[in-house]
């Protein structure tokens, strides 16, 4: 079953912005910014910081993946 693709909106670096991404990552988002103590928000904020020419929900969709492989090994 597909998992349907949501848009939000949040506030980072002090400006309103729209990110679309599936169920899933949306949830492991949530998970990993509330195992850190940060909203969601202030984690989209720490990527955006660093992601470089990437676009915003490519960016989140590769720290996601890059936070569980570290995990798994």
Request: hydrophobic share 40%.
């Amino acid at each position: 079953m597909p998992d349907g693709i949501r848009k939000r909106s949040l506030t980072i670096a002090g400006h309103r912005t729209s990110i679309s991404l599936e169920d899933t990552f949306w949830s492991a988002l949530k998970d990993i910014a509330q195992s850190r103590g940060h909203s969601v928000a202030a984690l989209v904020a720490q990527i955006d910081e660093g992601r470089g020419e990437a676009g915003l929900s490519s960016a989140i969709r590769i720290f996601l993946l890059d936070h569980y492989r570290k995990r798994s090994k």
